[in-house]
């Protein structure tokens, strides 16, 4: 089993920053890639920003420049950090790994106010 803990959601006005963390435990080993998406309200789920173990990363392009994904991969743990937040960012945040499988942290809600 594997756990994944968000943490660092909240209400910010619209230019500001967050910074999202989560913590990976449990039985994990060769880690495939560690990702951020989130939800919405009445949206589906998308890929905000992914890190591969090389270092690799993906951003949405409605992130890009932004939003800086990072990981620490001795720790088991990946960071967002989220500049410049706009009302369409709103939404929950979820932290993503996936190994052989794919595994999901519960959420941590972002509400950016205009």
């Known amino acids: 089993q594997v756990r994944l803990v968000e943490s660092g959601g909240g209400l910010v006005q619209t230019g500001g920053s967050l910074r999202l963390s989560c913590a990976a435990s449990g039985s994990i080993f060769s880690i495939n890639s560690m990702a951020w998406y989130r939800q919405a309200p009445g949206k589906q789920r998308e890929l905000v920003a992914r890190?591969?173990?090389?270092?690799?990363?993906n951003y949405a392009d409605s992130v890009k420049g932004r939003f800086t994904i990072s990981r620490d991969n001795a720790k088991n743990t990946v960071s967002l950090q989220m500049n410049s937040l706009k009302p369409e960012d709103t939404g929950v945040y979820y932290c993503n790994l996936v190994m052989r499988l794919s595994w999901w942290g519960q959420g941590t809600q972002v509400t950016v106010s205009s």
């Open positions: 890190i591969t173990t090389g270092g690799s990363t």
